[in-house]
């Protein structure tokens, strides 16, 4: 392989964990809402429910946007500019989601803490990697979040699905096992969320009637 071609993998590779460090639900707050930083308000997450929650759907919506796209752009361009096939393209694309995955877990721009917990930049990346196995995950958090009124349910029961569902549809080893890592880390990202579902003291997403 050519310096330049390894060096164009490379500046993906950092590109996708740029971009996945990306702060949206900090940006959009701070620019459209009080001028509050996110991370003292609610919940403390910057991510899309807990600005919704404090900010408004709208900014929830945008925030839900701006962290999936910053899974789909990196991923996208992986898939069809890497120049490598078979085994090392799966190898490649995988370590690109997980770069912008990671990006979105730990973003330099917040000295590598006070990121999201990745389920929308996750849900972006296999928006690209694997669109049915990504739908399926989604059919279960939609299911899940309905009979519990917790988006929290809802998101690590999709995350559970995702590796199994990635298998079946992909029945490739590489894509699985990034999967397989993205969700054991949305799961330690849901850590005190778990911990109040099993205390009951999760809050709803609404009111019961409601």
Same mark, same amino acid.
């Given at each position: 392989?050519?310096?330049?071609? +390894?060096?164009?993998? @490379?500046?993906?590779?950092l590109f ?5 460090? +990306? &702060? %949206?639900?900090l940006?959009?707050? =701070?620019?459209?809402?009080?001028g509050?930083? +996110?991370?003292?308000?609610?919940s403390?997450? @910057? ?9 408004? =759907?709208t900014?929830?919506?945008? /925030?839900? /946007?701006?962290?999936?796209? #910053?899974g789909?752009?990196?991923?996208? $361009?992986?898939?069809?500019?890497s ?7 799966? $190898? %490649?694309?995988?370590m690109?989601?997980?770069?912008? %995955?990671?990006?979105?877990?730990? &973003?330099? %721009?917040l #000295?590598?803490k ?12 296999f928006?690209v990697?694997?669109? #049915?196995?990504?739908? /399926?995950?989604? $059919?279960?958090? $939609? ?16 995350a ?7 298998? +079946?549809?992909s029945r490739?080893f ?7 890592v993205?969700t ?6 849901? #850590? ?8 009951? /003291?999760?809050?709803?997403?609404? =009111?019961?009637?409601?």
């Amino acid at each position: 392989m050519e310096i330049l071609e +390894i060096a164009k993998l @490379i500046t993906i590779f950092l590109f996708a964990y740029l971009i996945g460090s +990306i &702060p %949206f639900g900090l940006v959009l707050t =701070k620019s459209f809402y009080s001028g509050e930083d +996110i991370r003292k308000n609610g919940s403390g997450n @910057i991510g899309a429910t807990n600005v919704g929650r404090v900010a408004g =759907k709208t900014l929830g919506i945008f /925030t839900l /946007t701006g962290d999936m796209l #910053k899974g789909v752009v990196p991923v996208y $361009i992986a898939v069809n500019i890497s120049g490598l096939s078979g085994y090392n393209h799966y $190898i %490649f694309i995988s370590m690109v989601a997980l770069a912008a %995955f990671s990006g979105h877990l730990y &973003p330099v %721009f917040l #000295k590598f803490k006070d990121g999201g917990k990745g389920v929308a930049t996750a849900a972006g990346c296999f928006m690209v990697l694997c669109p #049915k196995a990504l739908l /399926t995950a989604l $059919i279960v958090f $939609i299911i899940v979040v309905c009979l519990s009124r917790r988006v929290s349910a809802g998101s690590l029961s999709g995350a559970l699905v995702l590796p199994i569902a990635v298998y +079946i549809f992909s029945r490739s080893f590489t894509v699985t096992g990034c999967a397989l890592v993205i969700t054991v880390l949305i799961i330690i990202r849901h #850590k005190d969320n778990i911990e109040r579902l099993i205390a009951g /003291t999760e809050p709803a997403a609404w =009111k019961k009637g409601g």
